[in-house]
Nanobody, 128 residues
Framework: QVQLVESGGGLVQPGGSLRLSCAASGFTLHAYTIGWFRQAPGKEREGVSCIRSRDGYTYHADSVKGRFTISRDNAKNTVYLQMNSLKPEDTAVYYC?????????????????????WGQGTQVTVSS
């Protein structure tokens, strides 16, 4: 059974850091493009970061570029999202997702509709 489980969310002050984890079971995570998405109340789900299966190429949305880093540990079958210099506008539920398609582009892969498996989400709140 394919399963993705996020962890690492919480409450952090502006300027702080968090590391989110996405642990996979039932499939080999690095064989798929993995994306991190977030959704704030009243807003659409937004693609934050992606990591391409074949070579680990990474993409980050402009809103998080230079602050967030996506990475993976193949031995642990886990993808991470390191979030630094957090801002109140980063507050959202964060989801990881896996795409079955082997196609990748920076315009295609950050779109949530192109992903097949989703985790349950983890809340990140940035507030003083």
């Amino acid at each position: 059974q394919v399963q993705l489980v996020e962890s690492g969310g919480g409450l952090v002050q502006p300027g702080g850091s968090l590391r989110l984890s996405c642990a996979a079971s039932g499939f080999t995570l690095h064989a798929y493009t993995i994306g991190w998405f977030r959704q704030a109340p009243g807003k659409e789900r937004e693609g934050v970061s992606c990591i391409r299966s074949r070579d680990g190429y990474t993409y980050h949305a402009d809103s998080v570029k230079g602050r967030f880093t996506i990475s993976r540990d193949n031995a642990k079958n886990t993808v991470y999202l390191q979030m630094n210099s957090l801002k109140p506008e980063d507050t959202a539920v964060y989801y990881c997702a896996a795409a079955l398609s082997t196609y990748y582009s920076d315009s295609y892969s950050p779109l949530s509709r192109n992903y097949n498996y989703w985790g349950q989400g983890t809340q990140v709140t940035v507030s003083s």
